[in-house]
């Protein structure tokens, strides 16, 4: 889909799409005075935005953690592919440069490529990781994930845990990827619920700080979000710091049964705000039925977004029937 945001675009014309932002008061037509997430579902105008841009022309996406194979995943059609920066996750399979540019511009069509990085969560097999670490030591490692053996919460307002990332941020400028998808960003609500009163702040100051030092070397590097939809609110500022955000189990959960309503309707009221700041909204739902996979791309489809349905080891390249990438 693109390499840089100028040069590889073919289209004539751009599509603009409707979206709504909720307002205070307007003092003339279409003129926008302020905002509040509060009045969400209550008064809105619409706001034209440009689809013209790389991430505004994204209508399906890959999500693809472990046995990935670029060539498979190049002859696919997908316009954007989150996927790990190594083979098996490790510096040891680390891919390289050349293999992310041949991806870019590979024979299913152009593509956006994002890579997954934990921002909220350190990993045993990540290249950073030091033998005889252990909670409280270093200072930021805090208790290990019981549902996933071997990640570790982090103290991630830590200037020692934020250089890591920054220096895993670096690798994946070097290897060309086009962007960073982070995980783990509502980590904040686990210290939130501990009494860190700071602690939407200061994960809404990391995500700044992260595209701020990406930026530096490419201005066009992109940061989408995953889950923590609700730190628009907390934070309203952190909507300009994100270029888009993906939410899982939106509307199908892990063990790949509906979600209750309520919860659903919960995380869009926020994803519709990213939505209606521009940003591109995803959704990753893990249903595996045929009629479970048709519902949750046509609720998700409904609100403007764009979904992808999977298994929930994220290790295959899953192409719906009915739903393939064109």
Not at 132 to 153: H, S, T
Request: negative net charge; proline residues 5%; hydrophobic residues 40%.
């Amino acid at each position: 889909m693109e390499d840089t945001p100028a040069s590889l675009w073919r289209i004539a014309v751009p599509s603009l799409t409707l979206s709504y932002l909720p307002v205070v008061a307007c003092a003339a037509a279409g003129q926008v005075l302020a905002s509040t997430p509060e009045l969400t579902r209550s008064i809105y105008l619409p706001l034209v935005r440009n689809d013209f841009s790389p991430l505004g022309q994204v209508n399906d996406f890959l999500y693809q953690l472990q046995n990935l194979d670029l060539t498979a995943i190049g002859d696919s059609a997908y316009d954007l592919v989150v996927m790990d920066y190594a083979a098996d996750g490790d510096e040891a399979t680390e891919f390289s440069a050349a293999q992310i540019e041949a991806l870019k511009h590979s024979s299913g069509g152009e593509k956006i490529v994002l890579a997954y990085m934990s921002i909220g969560e350190a990993e045993e097999y990540r290249f950073y990781w030091q033998t005889g670490w252990r909670p409280g030591n270093p200072a930021w490692l805090d208790e290990e994930n019981a549902e996933w053996p071997g990640n570790y919460k982090v103290r991630y307002w830590d200037p020692d845990w934020q250089a890591i990332i920054f220096g895993y941020t670096g690798r994946l400028l070097d290897a060309g990827f086009d962007g960073a998808y982070l995980d783990l960003v509502d980590t904040y609500e686990y210290y939130a619920g501990q009494g860190r009163t700071t602690a939407a702040q200061e994960m809404a100051d990391f995500v700044a700080a992260i595209r701020a030092h990406a930026r530096a070397r490419d201005s066009d590097f992109y940061i989408v979000a995953q889950n923590g939809a609700d730190l628009v609110e907390r934070v309203p500022a952190y909507l300009n710091d994100v270029d888009g955000i993906g939410h899982e189990s939106v509307y199908y959960g892990g063990d790949g049964q509906p979600t209750p309503p309520d919860e659903t309707a919960w995380v869009e009221q926020y994803l519709d705000m990213f939505k209606g700041g521009g940003k591109l909204v995803l959704t990753i739902d893990y249903a595996t039925t045929q009629d479970r996979v048709d519902d949750a791309y046509a609720k998700s489809q409904a609100q403007g977004y764009v979904p992808f349905c999977t298994g929930r080891e994220l290790d295959r390249l899953t192409i719906n029937p009915g739903h393939e990438p064109d």
